[in-house]
């Protein structure tokens, strides 16, 4: 199915003095913002179709350069990626400051990080702290903790999660 498809390009070598892009690939010299529209729209549609914000961030550039390319008609395609380029990193730039100051809210903020879900909850040291580090037992696990030096069996509270450390207090009744 492909053969006839690739038996239709012709390669020729350019003469002297014509540039091998324009005999070649006559189709990149006539890029106009049609073009840019066009990827703009198809790379906002990728977005709903692959997980994480990023084909948002280019086809807003795609659009944008669409647009300077209607404004200014003569702009070479060269000027265009330049432009492009410039505005995709810009884009995603701005678009990830922005995710970042307003995080979407979930009803489930400690889902991927089960160690958060213990801050706060009271256990019994299974072995005691000594130089800094102990452990206990969680349900059916056992957890690396640190805080001052304490017997086994006195009962602590987790106050943060540095990694896969649990930092405890001891509680005093």
């Given at each position: 199915m492909f053969l006839p498809l690739v038996s239709l390009v012709v390669v020729a070598t350019p003469l002297p003095g014509e540039?091998?892009?324009?005999?070649?690939?006559?189709?990149?010299?006539?890029?106009?913002?049609?073009?840019?529209l066009i990827a703009g729209v198809i790379l906002a549609a990728f977005e709903i179709l692959a997980p994480g914000v990023v084909f948002m961030w280019l086809g807003?550039?795609?659009?944008?350069?669409?647009?300077?390319?209607?404004?200014?008609?003569?702009?070479?395609?060269?000027?265009?990626?330049?432009?492009?380029?410039?505005?995709?990193?810009?884009?995603?730039?701005?678009?990830?400051?922005y995710m970042k100051r307003n995080p979407k809210p979930?009803?489930?903020?400690?889902?991927?990080?089960?160690?958060?879900?213990?801050?706060?909850?009271?256990?019994?040291?299974?072995?005691?702290?000594?130089?800094?580090?102990?452990?206990?037992?969680?349900?059916?696990?056992?957890?690396?903790?640190?805080?001052d030096d304490m017997a086994e069996g006195t009962k602590v509270e987790v106050v943060a999660v540095e990694g896969a450390v649990f930092k405890v207090v001891a509680i005093r009744d």
């Open positions: 540039s091998h892009l324009s005999t070649s690939t006559p189709f990149f010299d006539e890029i106009t913002f049609w073009h840019w807003i550039a795609s659009l944008i350069t669409g647009g300077i390319a209607w404004a200014v008609p003569d702009m070479s395609l060269e000027w265009q990626l330049v432009v492009f380029s410039l505005l995709s990193v810009l884009s995603v730039m701005v678009g990830r400051m979930t009803d489930h903020p400690t889902l991927s990080r089960r160690g958060e879900q213990y801050i706060g909850r009271r256990f019994i040291l299974s072995e005691a702290i000594s130089g800094g580090f102990g452990k206990i037992k969680v349900d059916d696990s056992v957890w690396k903790v640190s805080g």
